[in-house]
Every structure is written in C-alpha cells, then in structure tokens.
C-alpha cells in the first residue's frame, strides 16, 4: 500500500516527453504543483508534410531535448540535485521518438544516482486532469471514489478507460477504443483534405461556429464488439469508435460538390510559404467560403456527438462517479461545451485539462509518476521504448 503522505523526498520529479512531435519536460511536486512546463513544438517542422515524418520528428527531439530539460529545471527555480525522481514516457508513440527521451532520461537519472520512473503516455493523459482536479484543495473537480469514465481523445488515441484508485495507486481498465483512426487524426485528415493548416483540430475548432453544423448529415455505423471467443464467461460491452469512414464521406462530399477549385486556391494561399507571419486559425474565415464552413460544422458536430453518445452510454453502463476528457481533441471548444451541458443534466461531475495540459506535455508525465515514487516503483536500466504500450487489461470480450 503507497501512503504518499509519509514519503519523506522533496517529491520532486522531472518529466520527459518524446513520443510524438513535442519535446517536452516540466518539474512537478509530489504529483499536484506544477514549478514548470516547457513544450517546443515541431509543428513548424511536420506542417509542410500535413502530418508527423517519424525520421524529422527523432532528429528534431535530438536537437531539442537538452535545452528543454535545462528550461524546466531553471523556471522551476531548482536544481537537478534537488530532483528525486526523473520520470520519462515509455510508450505508446513513435519508437525512434520515445528513444530520445528515454535515452536522455536514463543517462540524467545514472548521472544523479536518482531514480527512474517509467510512464503509460495514456496514463499521463488521464494524470493532465487528476493534477488539476487535486489542486482544488477541499474541493476537488471529480470526486475520490468510485470510478471515473476517463476519455483520451487525441491524434494518436481514442480510448475510454474506467480509473479508480485503490491504495493510493490508480488502476485502469480500457472499455473502449477506436477500431481504425483517432478522431483527432479524422480532424488532422479532412483539415488537409480541405487545404487547412496542420495539425487541423485547431483550425476546424475556429471555423466550425461560423457554419451550420446540420448543413451535412453524417452518420455513424454502429460496430459490434467482436463475438464472444470460447472459454470467456463474462459478457461486457465494449464501447468502439470509427472515424474513418467520416473521413471518407468528406472526401465524397468534396468530390461530388465541385469544390476542388476552392480548395485548391486555399491550400495555395496557406501554404507554409504564403503565410502572413503569424497568421493563427483564426485568420483563415478569409480563405473559406460558406460550403466549406458548413461542411467543417456538420463534420465537427457529428464528431462530438458520437464521442459524446458513447462516452455517456459507458459511463452510465459501468456506473462511473464522474468523467474526465484528456488528449489534444479535449481542446476542442463544441465538445468541451456539448459534453459539460450533458454532464450537467446527467448530474455527473466531469473535468477537462487547462489548454496547455491537454495537447502532449511533461507535466502530465511527471504527475502520473508521483504514485511511483511514493511507492518505490522504480523502472530497470533496461528500459527501452515500447510503442505499442497498453493501458489497462481488456474487458472480458462479449
Ligand atoms: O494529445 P496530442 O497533442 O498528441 C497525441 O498524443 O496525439 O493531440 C494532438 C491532436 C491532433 O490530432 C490535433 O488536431 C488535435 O489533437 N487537436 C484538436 C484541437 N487541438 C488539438 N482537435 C480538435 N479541436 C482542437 N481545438
Ligand atoms: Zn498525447
């Protein structure tokens, strides 16, 4: 049993995150206060592309990890001596990616003689919320007990997990999840599908409110769990997710509605190269005609509706006590709005992180790490990246 009110360390830990296209590290104390959170981007570097190039994104983690770590150590106004813990990403993500960071990890951590903590980059997601939620000392924004229905939505993931803690540590159990793409990568697809900018869950996020949401009826199939394999007794449902058949009903849309001149135009004006410096999402409204913006509606509201559907049917199903919406989708202001008025009739609590918590970030890594170091849950020098990471053992199959 970990009593992390007895642990007697400074409960210092330094997170390091690389599995994708951030590099990221950010001190946090004893899993709540946050003393800094750096994040360099290679948006820049991948936007040309329209989506992540592994090859670019190692190199570019390479170049960036040293004076990353250095920033979060100085702006937490500490120093590494004062760590006890450096926490690091083991997985899910790119391998040459999360080789960076563990590599950088495990020769900081032999170098300190500190210990080294291994993270589910998923749990760290979930772990972005839970810190928020405790820093409301006295009342917290999802209670203590009982289950939480958490839904990681991000480029990478769409998952839903039951989280609860027992012993101070918090267990998993995956209820749900995507058949084939994310919805973050449907909303990274049809952004360039319609000569938006990269990643494009930002850029439909600005747009969509400036068009009629039920312009375009899209409709979701329903997928059945996979049938009961032999010798599993227990019948629990399991919640799926499709989002590429959306994907491809943008594209027929597109094709059959005359509008590849418009986009062509478009993706022209914003090509990384005829950028007004600085320009933000926000700024493209100029570039898109009312079809388009209708047509980022109705994609954005079908989206959010079905993720909403069936984050509110698990919950209600497995009896969770509050919701909580991580990863770079939880940004997402329709469905930050959508899903806290539904919460709100249902009675449920729910919590989302703060903006800069819910896209990729080391804060979240050194947070979930704190149940570790409490309990002396330390990873071997062996460790390696594993890029396929699970969170969670699997319901029993229906
Ligand atoms: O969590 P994250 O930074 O990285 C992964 O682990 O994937 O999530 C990135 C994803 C991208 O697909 C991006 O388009 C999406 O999150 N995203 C958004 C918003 N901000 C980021 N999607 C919808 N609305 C947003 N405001
Ligand atoms: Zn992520």
């Known amino acids: 049993m970990v009593n992390d009110t007895s642990y007697s360390g400074s ?44 090859e670019l994104a190692s190199r570019e983690h390479l170049r960036a990890i040293v004076p990353v770590v250095d920033a979060a150590v100085r702006e937490a106004g500490i120093t590494l001596s004062g760590l006890d813990a450096i926490a690091v990403t083991e997985g899910p993500g790119l391998a040459g990616a999360l080789l960076v960071g563990i590599g950088y990890a495990k020769a900081l951590a032999y170098a300190l003689g500190k210990p080294l903590i291994a993270v589910n980059h998923l749990e760290g997601h979930i772990h972005a919320v839970l810190m928020e939620s405790a820093q409301q000392f006295g009342n917290p924004s999802l ?67 400036h068009g009629n949401p039920l ?21 629990q449902p399991r919640f799926l997710f499709s989002f590429s058949g959306i994907k491809t009903a943008v594209l027929r849309y597109v094709e059959t509605h005359d509008m ?60 969770a006590h509050g ?12 469905l930050r709005a959508r899903f806290t008025e539904t919460a709100a009739k249902r009675g449920l609590p729910i919590a989302f992180p703060a903006l800069s918590l819910a896209t990729d970030n080391a804060a979240m890594i050194a947070a979930a790490a704190w149940s570790r170091l409490a309990s002396r849950d330390f990873a071997p020098a062996s460790l390696s990246a594993r890029a396929s990471l699970a969170l969670g053992a699997e319901p029993a199959l229906p």
């Open 11 to 54: 409960g210092l830990v330094l997170g390091i995150e690389s599995s994708c296209d951030e590099t990221a590290a950010a001190v946090v104390e004893r899993g709540i206060r946050q003393l800094s959170n750096v994040v360099a981007s290679q948006i820049a570097i991948h936007s040309p592309y329209g989506g992540v190039v592994p």
């Open 143 to 209: 209670p203590a007990t009982g289950p939480l229905l958490a839904l990681v939505v991000s480029g990478g993931h769409t998952h839903l997990y039951l989280a609860q803690q027992r012993d101070g540590m918090w267990h998993y159990r995956n209820v749900g999840h995507t058949v084939d793409d994310a919805a973050g990568e449907a909303f990274d697809k049809v952004a360039k599908l319609l000569g938006l900018g990269y990643p494009g869950g930002p850029w439909i996020d600005q747009l969509a409110p």
């Open 215 to 235: 312009a375009v009826p899209f409709t979701f199939a329903q997928i059945k769990p996979k049938a009961h394999r032999p010798g599993q007794h227990t019948h």
């Open 260 to 319: 590849a001149s418009s986009i062509a135009t478009r993706r022209q004006q914003l090509t990384p190269q005829n950028l007004i410096p600085d320009m933000k999402p926000s700024d493209a409204l100029a570039f898109c005609d009312q079809q388009t913006l209708d047509l980022l509606a109705s994609f954005q509201r079908a989206v959010v509706d079905d993720l909403k559907r069936k984050t509110f049917a698990a919950a209600e199903h497995y009896g």
């Open 323 to 334: 919701l909580l919406i991580s990863g770079g989708v939880a940004a997402n202001r329709e």
